[in-house]
């Protein structure tokens, strides 16, 4: 009996130091407790019809890293293809990291049916490489949104994932979809903006 509670405690031990080492190989990105770390909606979203994000501020309602996120305000209209975007310009080395990941609340009075997705600018062209896929967001909940970084990864559309892909990132974007449906006027909440050994 005291070799399986040996062999018991031992095992939640090593399960808690794993946690542990698991946390410590994250690195954030924007956790915007402070301001809203240089993400904007950028001129050419704010022009075009299919884009429908309005507005960027810091909130205090919801978070899932520290005491705020960033709130994104959305216009989506239903009937139609339309997009909200946000993004951060800057230079990234992301070569020793795994994966990319964010966390993205909907209210719990949105509708079902939004998807979410990352997008990356990579290399001298400015390349935009969007997601093969998008997560759906489900109201009243947190959604991790993440993508692996390796070479081959399948995570990317083209151009392929390289190590001079991973070294050479010029924006980091975060867009919500409505594929016809769902209409929805109100908040979107973005925290927590990470990479992952």
């Not at 040996?6 to 924007?30: D, F, M, N, P, Q």
């Not at 239903?78 to 993004?87: F, H, L």
């Not at 190590?163 to 909440?189: C, H, T, W």
Request: a negative charge; charged letters at 25%; glycine letters at 8%.
């Amino acid at each position: 009996m005291k070799k399986i509670v040996c062999v018991l405690i031992g095992a939640c031990l090593i399960a808690c130091l794993s946690r542990t080492a698991v946390l410590a190989a994250e690195k954030l990105l924007a956790g915007f407790e402070q301001d809203t770390q240089g993400w904007e909606i950028p001129d050419w979203a704010m022009e075009k019809e299919d884009y429908v994000g309005d507005s960027l501020a810091l909130s205090q309602k919801y978070a899932v890293e520290g005491k705020s996120s960033l709130e994104f305000k959305v216009d989506f209209p239903g009937g139609k293809w339309t997009g909200a975007y946000m993004e951060i310009v800057e230079y990234f080395d992301w070569t020793p990291y795994a994966q990319v990941a964010v966390e993205v609340f909907l209210p719990p009075d949105a509708p079902a049916g939004l998807k979410a997705k990352l997008i990356l600018t990579v290399g001298e062209g400015w390349e935009w490489t969007e997601m093969s896929r998008g997560f759906a967001l489900e109201p009243g909940k947190w959604t991790t949104i993440a993508a692996h970084l390796k070479p081959g990864s399948t995570d990317w559309r083209h151009p392929a994932v390289t190590d001079a892909f991973r070294q050479d990132i010029r924006k980091l974007g975060v867009r919500i979809e409505s594929n016809m449906k769902p209409a929805y006027k109100g908040s979107i909440y973005i925290d927590n903006v990470r990479l992952i050994e």
